[in-house]
């Protein structure tokens, strides 16, 4: 045995080839958890915790003494190994996150590639997830949807990832921390339109909402309703961008030759190119990011 962990919470579980449970656990309410992720919980001989504090709240709840240890984005690639050694010598290891299922849009995955890399048997035991659970209740089309996790922060890295997306049809689901998502909601509405929208937040908790709108009204409401905790995004289907570039000169061609002629900065030089080609700024700012994405 490492000497990583304190103490074995099950010396059967010795007996058996080492393992790891990858653990739903509660986004909100701490009855929403299976009757085998609690056992599963008692019963192993590690928790690997996103946050340990966070975690043993649930433990405590539950009365489970199964000890803890640290699992997170900052330390995974030096704990990951420790916890493939522990489980090669018959440790079973509980992989939680702070809320939800791990490694979706949570730490994790490296733990599960080296598992798997190591023969080591990766047992799934299904919990509560956001991301389910929003699109449950969001009332849009979901026989198809794209799941794009977090946006990134920067503003440039944001909308190059929204402009890869801008082509799919299909319902887009977004996860977004409150003191960005107006930045998120502004540039979504430039590159993907004024969809239908809704905006899930605290679900599950004491305080659950569904934000239903367009983008634009959405926005508008948490512009002066700050909201508060982690959010969920679902956007409804969109019509891709039109494919066909309008005969003549492209939009891309009249901007940039707006941009000299005039000398104007580009977002000018676009907002007058479409006022003259009677287009909205949105649906001229999607066209405009579609020809560049076809001149790479």
Known sequence: MSKMKPQANNASSRLSPGRLFVVGTPIGNLSDITLRALDTLKTADLIACEDTRRTQKLLNHYKIQTATISYHEHNEMTRAPELILEMEQGGAIALVSDAGTPVLSDPGLRLVHLAVRHKIPVIPIPG?????????????????????????????????????????????????????????????????????????????????EFLRGSVAEIRKHLKETPPKGELTIILGPGSPPREKVPAGNSLLEEVESTKVNQGLDERSALKAVARVRGMSRSEAYRQLQFEKSMKK
């Open 128 to 208: 509560p997830s956001a991301l389910v659970a929003a699109l449950a209740a969001a009332g849009l089309p979901m026989s198809e949807f794209i799941f794009a996790g977090f946006l990134p922060a920067r503003k440039s890295a944001r909308c190059r990832n929204l402009t890869e997306l801008a082509a799919s049809p299909k319902t887009i689901v977004f996860y977004e921390a409150p003191h960005r998502v107006l930045d998120a909601l502004r540039d979504i509405h430039d590159i993907l339109g004024d969809r239908e929208t809704v905006v899930a937040r605290e679900v599950t908790k004491i305080h659950e």
